[in-house]
């Protein structure tokens, strides 16, 4: 079964992607770091509940699809 965080990452990308975002456009979006956000989406990062949050709001999704494993 694929971590938690790795199902964030691949959601995170594919949204991002999606909106047709740059990692800095969605960093700047966030208040976050570019390189943050890639760490998050390589699954390299551990991220707080804080960021998630920051996360969704950018991408206007609600935190629990960013988690949600693919059926």
Known sequence: MTSLRMVF???LRAKRLALKLSQEELAA????????????E??????SIDNVERIAEALKV?????MRRPS
């Open 42 to 47: 390589r699954g390299t990062r551990n991220l």
């Open 9 to 11: 990452a691949e959601n």
């Open 62 to 66: 609600e935190p629990a699809d960013l």
């Open 29 to 40: 979006l966030c208040g976050l770091h570019r390189t943050y956000i890639s760490d998050i």
